[in-house]
């Protein structure tokens, strides 16, 4: 079983940088597919970013593309999330999620990934 705890969030204004992560345990962190999600009130949970098991590749929701950025450390189980130039329509609960099988749905969809953690609230003020 694999247990996803975020931290990181809180309330920024339009224009700041924050970053989140997501610590992970139970598992083989190292094997795993890492993604980042969102969801506003009232929206689905929408795909942020997503970095493939040896974190060379990354991919991006236009949205966010060229403002966040996602890594991970292997040697701590945590995957991060950097967002800078943050706009109000960044607000949202932030949820990391981890794809431990291959199961043929695109690294956008939220069926690809098996494990959610509990999220944590970013707010940008205008």
């Known amino acids: 079983q694999v247990q996803l705890v975020e931290s990181g969030g809180g309330l920024v204004q339009a224009g700041d940088s924050l970053s989140v992560s997501c610590a992970a345990s139970?598992?083989?962190?190292?094997?795993?597919?890492m993604g980042w999600f969102r969801q506003a009130p009232g929206k689905e949970r929408e795909f942020v970013a997503t970095i493939n098991r040896s974190g060379t590749i990354t991919h991006y929701a236009d949205s966010v593309e060229g403002r966040f950025t996602i890594s991970r450390d292997d040697a701590k189980n945590t995957v991060f999330l950097q967002m800078n130039k943050l706009e109000p329509e960044d607000t949202a609960v932030y949820y990391c999620a981890a794809g431990t099988v291959v199961n043929g749905f695109s690294y956008t969809s939220i069926k690809r990934y098996d494990y959610w953690g509990q999220g944590t609230q970013v707010t940008v003020s205008s």
């Open positions: 139970g598992g083989s962190f190292g094997t795993y597919r």
